[in-house]
């Protein structure tokens, strides 16, 4: 009996020794012969992750040996709530998937629903619907900036990226009346008419943010610190980011000029004068330098779409599609008939399938939208960004210090809403 | 047999030379390209696509479930050409309990995407890595985006309180 015991603890050391690593000659961190690895459980409630995404990290010593995302503590069940609604029921779910590029994701839906439909927009609406979505990639990577930034330890930079925010987050608030669900681009055009003076608030807030831009580059870009945290850090090679599906400004800091507004041009932004910033180096440093860029770009899209909005409606001439006017159906049989079949309805979409792919502030955004020529999808599919993005996580930390998986994972700028959806 | 529109779109004319039988049906609509593949060779037409063709990049795989059509699903692969800047949708069609090749070879993206349709509608994908829930809980019984899954679910119901 003893003597069966003692050789069991002996097999167990054996295996013990056979799962101990070979100590990995790492230029970073060598550890010493006597470490052992660790587990380290990292989230869900961890404040870097901004959500609730858990790492599971084997380390040795300072260095990450293995990085085990796991992911879908947000795991809603859009894509199966989409299925039981009508097509316009489905706006506001779309809001609720990247809850930092709302009008992002709502524009991708429509224009997917709107090519099933063979609608045509009128350009006031396609206008509007660019320098919304470029307002809200402001939005987006001033919110990324910040916390970022408040991840490496520069805090002023939060402050004033919160403080530009809550400038575009009231320019949403006059538009649609919310200011971050805001479901203001549907099937068909605009939720509402464009209020009136909006040329002049979003005039006043874009004739100052390129000061404000310059404001963050002089607190971030030459200061040796956040240089000392980004430079260098997170590399990942071009091909291998290729391969795990990543898409967006990470792929632009490796080098490859990648975008959808340029490739397949949508709601009128072939009429758009604008530049892909592109890096080469791969890092995050690169990362921030592409987003800062196009926090440049965006703004003078912007100007551009206030200075150039074209006159004429703000929804389609599509009355079985579009709801009416709340004046004409006082006063209009047809209209009030409309009304009332789209809402308790819906509206019939032609059997087919759309891949409709928008470059949302994260990357690559597609809706893959298949009607059965019914009034509800068939299905609805999601191809967010943050979830192709993330897959490039365990290339990004194994074998890199556990310190810098934080600046890699910022860099990263995923939501976890748009992964878990 | 390719339809004459598609006859010289180049990656399904060069499919419909290289695997003779492999295209079951192809269509244009809306400007998309979809060809329906032999689920036999999904993966050595993904291969080729990508070294032949330039398919260098895969956008995302799902999941429609046709039920109760027969066979009731069809994994749909959306897979993009940097280089020429294209768009192409492939599709699977498989009936339950069916295996499907995994892609994970040919695009290493393709891992969370699989990972996502198997737990999601329950098929599973031959030689992937780590084919294991991704959205649900590991002990989550059934595979929700099925149609016949209702959408509160089984286990809860009001009628309990």
Redesign the interface.
């Known amino acids: 009996m003893k003597t069966e015991n003692i050789t069991h603890f002996e097999e167990l050391d054996a295996e013990h020794e056979l799962q101990m690593p070979a100590v990995l000659g790492h230029e970073h961190a060598p550890a010493p012969a006597s470490t052992r690895r660790m587990t380290l459980n990292m989230g869900p409630q961890h404040p870097s992750t901004h959500g609730v995404l858990r790492i599971m990290l084997e380390l040795e010593g300072e260095t990450i040996i293995s990085a085990r995302p796991d992911?879908?503590f947000l795991?809603t069940?859009i894509?199966?709530?989409c299925?039981?609604k009508h097509y316009h029921q489905v706006t506001p779910l779309t809001d609720r998937v990247d809850y930092l590029a709302n009008l992002s994701n709502n524009l991708c839906y429509a224009l997917a629903v709107e090519?099933?439909l063979q609608i045509e927009i009128p350009p006031l609406a396609q206008w509007m619907r660019v320098m919304l979505v470029e307002l809200t990639r402001l939005n987006s990577h001033l919110v990324w900036l910040g916390t970022h930034a408040l991840d490496l330890g520069g805090m002023s930079a939060y402050f004033y990226c919160f403080r530009e925010r809550e400038e575009i987050l009231k320019i949403f608030e006059m538009f649609s009346g919310q200011r971050m669900m805001t479901s203001y681009i549907r099937i068909g055009g605009l939720a509402l008419e464009p209020p009136r003076g909006w040329d002049k608030a979003v005039s006043k807030f874009i004739g100052t943010f390129d000061s404000k831009i310059d404001e963050y580059e002089t607190l971030l870009t030459a200061n040796p610190i956040w240089m000392q945290r980004t430079k260098g850090v997170g590399v990942v090679p071009l091909d291998e980011l290729?391969?795990?599906?990543?898409t967006g400004p990470m792929l632009r800091a490796a080098g490859?000029t990648?975008d959808a507004r340029k490739?397949?041009p949508y709601s009128s932004y072939d009429k758009f004068n604008f530049e892909v910033p592109t890096y080469t180096t791969g890092d995050v440093f690169a990362r921030f330098k592409v987003r800062v860029d196009e926090m440049r770009q965006s703004t003078s899209i912007v100007r551009q779409a206030v200075a150039g909005m074209p006159e004429g409606d703000w929804k389609a001439d599509a009355p079985h599609v579009v709801l009416p006017d709340r004046e004409k159906m006082k006063t209009q049989m047809e209209s009030l008939i409309y009304h009332f079949k789209i809402v308790t309805e819906g509206f019939r979409v032609p059997p087919?399938?759309?891949?409709q792919?928008v470059e949302s502030p994260r990357g690559?955004l597609?809706y893959?939208v298949?009607s059965d020529g019914t009034a509800k999808p068939?299905?609805v599919?999601m191809?967010t960004p943050s979830?192709?993005n993330l897959?490039s996580l365990s290339v990004m930390l194994e074998g890199r210090l556990i310190a810098d998986s934080i600046a890699s994972l910022g860099s990263m700028d995923f939501v976890l809403g748009d992964v878990?959806? | 047999m390719l339809p004459e529109v598609l006859s010289d779109h180049p990656a399904a004319a060069a499919v419909e030379q290289q695997f003779p039988s492999a295209i079951l049906e192809a269509k244009s609509a809306l400007g998309e390209v979809t060809l329906v593949i032999d689920p036999a060779v999904i993966a050595d037409v993904c291969s080729f696509l990508k070294i032949h063709l330039g398919f260098d990049r895969l956008s995302s795989v799902t999941c429609v479930d046709w039920w109760p059509q027969v066979p009731r699903f069809e994994v749909v692969y959306h897979l993009q050409s940097i280089k020429s800047n294209t768009l192409l949708r492939l599709k699977v069609r498989v009936g339950e309990g069916v295996e499907v090749d995994s892609v994970t070879g040919v695009w290493r993206g393709a891992n969370w995407y699989e990972r996502e349709v198997f737990d999601l509608y329950g098929i599973t994908f031959r030689n992937h890595p780590n084919l294991e829930r991704i959205l649900m809980p590991a002990d989550w019984e059934g595979h929700p985006m099925r149609k016949d899954f209702p959408i509160h679910g089984y286990r809860y119901s009001y009628r309990d309180e």
Not at chain 1, 242 to 246: C, H, R, T, Y
């Open positions: 992911i879908g795991h069940g894509e199966k709530e299925e039981g090519k099933l290729i391969a795990v599906g990543v490859l990648i490739d397949t087919g399938e759309v891949y792919v690559e597609a893959y298949v068939h299905r599919f191809r979830f192709g897959q878990d959806r």
